[in-house]
T-cell receptor, first 116, second 110 residues
Framework: NAGVMQNPRHLVRRRGQEARLRCSPM?????VYWYRQLPEEGLKFMVY????????ESGMPKERFSAEFPKEGPSILRIQQVVRGDSAAYFC??????????????FGDGTRLSIL | RKEVEQDPGPFNVPEGATVAFNCTYS??????FFWYRQDCRKEPKLLMS???SGNEDGRFTAQLNRASQYISLLIRDSKLSDSATYLC???????????FGTGTKLQVIP
């Protein structure tokens, strides 16, 4: 099954540490989206990337958060100096190169980030 | 006004009932529309795309009304397994920005 792969599934960090979340899109997909979901809340768009390009980062907090999708390897969502409020489920989705957002997105299982 | 709006519910319906959800969107130039379902603490999964002519998949029917800028999802003969949150998704803009609604929670009761 070559679905969207996210790892780790669960990540625990102490306040002030760094968190790195990885996402490998479905085979043949070159569009990656990151979302955050707080408990009992809806999905919040964070960032949309294509290979080596950030297309839309309007949902990313201005500080401590960054994302990349290098030519080789998975997409990385990086959170520096984590705080308790960063605790959430982070979902990655991918879609094919043609049609962009007009194609349905396929989601990974998510990474549950817990900050102690 | 939010880009995509949904009634959060919850909708509590008995097994076998028919239930309908609406979703409104603000951008008249929106291009693509989808319904996803999300089970508790799981990832969203595509339920169906929504086409202008309307489309049906088993017990599920989706409709698009461009004039009034809303899409709907109808579920017939509800099953316990239909209990989930249903997310409306709208795509718009030059690079097809994808916007998720906050979801409508459905609870099917025995």
């Amino acid at each position: 099954n070559a679905g969207v792969m996210q790892n780790p599934r669960h990540l625990v960090r102490r306040r002030g540490q760094e968190a790195r979340l990885r996402c490998s899109p479905m085979k043949g997909h070159s569009h990656v989206y990151w979302y955050r979901q707080l408990p009992e809340e809806g999905l919040k768009f964070m960032v949309y990337l294509q290979k080596e390009n950030i297309i839309d980062e309007s949902g990313m907090p201005k500080e401590r958060f960054s994302a990349e999708f290098p030519k080789e390897g998975p997409s990385i969502l990086r959170i520096q100096q984590v705080v308790r409020g960063d605790s959430a489920a982070y979902f990655c989705a991918s879609s094919p190169p043609r049609g962009g957002g007009n194609q349905p997105q396929h989601f990974g299982d998510g990474t549950r980030l817990s900050i102690l | 006004r939010k880009e995509v709006e949904q009634d959060p519910g919850p909708f509590n319906v008995p097994e076998g009932a028919t239930v309908a959800f609406n979703c409104t969107y603000s951008n008249s130039a929106s291009q693509s529309f989808f319904w996803y379902r999300q089970d508790c603490r799981k990832e969203p999964k595509l339920l169906m795309s929504v086409y202008s002519s309307g489309n049906e998949d088993g017990r599920f029917t989706a409709q698009l009304n461009r004039a009034s800028q809303y899409i709907s999802l109808l579920i017939r003969d509800s099953k316990l397994s239909d209990s989930a949150t249903y997310l409306c998704v709208v795509t718009s803009g030059g690079y097809q920005k994808v916007t998720f609604g906050t979801g409508t929670k459905l609870q099917v009761i025995p």
